[in-house]
């Protein structure tokens, strides 16, 4: 149980262009989503966090205007990197949970974007 | 600020030996933190830790947290190739955002 998809797992695509990236939660119903950013060799840097059917919360020094984040439903949160540039080049990790209880979070694959 | 420090950050073992992984942290409204494999892509979760001084166990990994030292430690024994890995610790805000805050990781490496 507690299985989230994240798609796609990788992309390439020019300076400029738009990437959108879906997390999914498969067998549970996630009432909170979260999207990490992820360098190499270092740690998960949390960038927003988001509950469905609301705005997300973004940490500070996220640009909101440049990673737009959509959770309508219990199942699906979006991120969407605009207009990207080679620093937007990195890992980029969803997670879920469910509201019931102290539950952890569960993470998907992750997306490797690279921009070119 | 919150402050997670894991260590070591690096440590290389031979099969079968036993490894004690290390998390200090400080974080306001914590409530529960978290240990996390992480292999070639995303973290998967392996404990979730609430109250001080109980141990938990799953098979040849074990961990207990100690929230009057803020610190916490994994460890795993017989150790096994499969077991090479980025180890995360992660304690919890459980308040509204509920977020969790990373620590930088220790990579352990088992060699055969």
């Known amino acids: 149980g507690a299985v989230v998809s994240q798609h796609p797992s990788w992309v390439i695509c020019k300076s400029g262009t738009s990437v959108k990236i879906e997390c999914r939660s498969l067998?549970?119903?996630?009432?909170?989503m979260f999207w990490y950013r992820q360098f190499p060799k270092q740690s998960l840097m949390l960038m927003a966090t988001?509950?469905?059917?609301?705005?997300?919360?973004?940490e500070q020094g996220v640009e909101k205007d440049k990673f737009l984040i959509n959770h309508a439903s219990l199942t699906l949160s979006t991120l969407t990197v605009t207009s990207a540039h080679p620093e937007d080049s990195s890992f980029y990790i969803c997670?879920?949970?469910?509201?019931?209880?102290?539950?952890?979070?569960?993470f998907g694959d992750g997306t490797r974007l690279s921009i070119l | 600020e919150d402050k997670v420090v894991q260590s070591p950050l690096s440590l290389v073992v031979h099969e079968g030996d036993t490894v004690t992984l290390n998390c200090s942290y400080e974080?306001?409204?914590?409530?529960?933190l978290l240990w996390y494999k992480q292999e070639k892509k995303a973290p998967t979760f392996l404990f979730m830790l609430?109250?001080?001084?109980i141990e938990k166990k799953s098979g040849r990994l074990s961990s207990i947290l100690d929230k009057k030292e803020l610190f916490s430690i994994l460890n795993i024994t017989a150790t096994q190739t499969g077991d090479s890995a980025v180890y995360l610790c992660?304690?919890?805000?459980?308040?509204?955002?509920?977020?969790?805050?990373f620590g930088q990781g220790t990579r352990l490496t088992i060699n055969p």
């Open positions: 992660a304690p919890g805000e459980f308040q509204g955002a509920q977020k969790l805050v």
């Open positions: 974080v306001t409204n914590f409530r529960s």
């Open positions: 067998d549970f119903q996630a009432t909170t």
């Open positions: 997670s879920a949970r469910t509201g019931f209880g102290n539950q952890p979070q569960h």
């Open positions: 609430t109250s001080s001084g």
């Open positions: 988001s509950n469905e059917g609301s705005k997300a919360t973004y």
